[in-house]
């Protein structure tokens, strides 16, 4: 069974910074798709950023560039998000999610894309 487990959410006043953690298990962490995504009170859950092992690729919505960072450890079955600077607007629930099938290994920031969801952890950035 795939199970993805976020963590490291909290609060913090802008400008600060977290690291989000996702412990995956239940499938060989050796080529898969990560991607983190949050979700704010009335919003629709918006992709944040990618990583695909198998291309090497990450991706990064153009508002969290240059202040996030994605990348993983696979000794520990974990993928991290450094979040830098952050502003009120990152404030929301973020989720990682995975995809595994061998035809799909490729960095996609469309939700329904993505067959496994961890149970999310919240961000609070204050002003």
């Known amino acids: 069974e795939v199970q993805l487990v976020e963590s490291g959410g909290g609060s913090v006043q802008a400008g600060g910074s977290l690291r989000l953690s996702c412990v995956a298990s239940g499938f060989g962490f050796t080529d898969y798709v990560i991607g983190w995504f949050r979700q704010a009170p009335g919003e629709e859950r918006e992709a944040v950023s990618c990583l695909s092992t198998t291309y090497g690729s990450t991706y990064y919505v153009d508002s969290v560039k240059g202040r996030f960072t994605i990348s993983s450890d696979n000794a520990k079955n974990t993928v991290y998000l450094q979040m830098n600077s952050l502003k009120p607007e990152d404030t929301a629930v973020y989720y990682c999610?995975?995809?595994?099938?061998?035809?799909?290994?490729?960095?996609?920031?469309?939700?329904?894309?993505?067959?496994?969801w961890g149970q999310g952890t919240q961000v609070t950035v204050s002003s």
């Open positions: 999610a995975a995809r595994i099938h061998p035809d799909a290994l490729y960095c996609t920031s469309g939700a329904v894309a993505y067959d496994f």
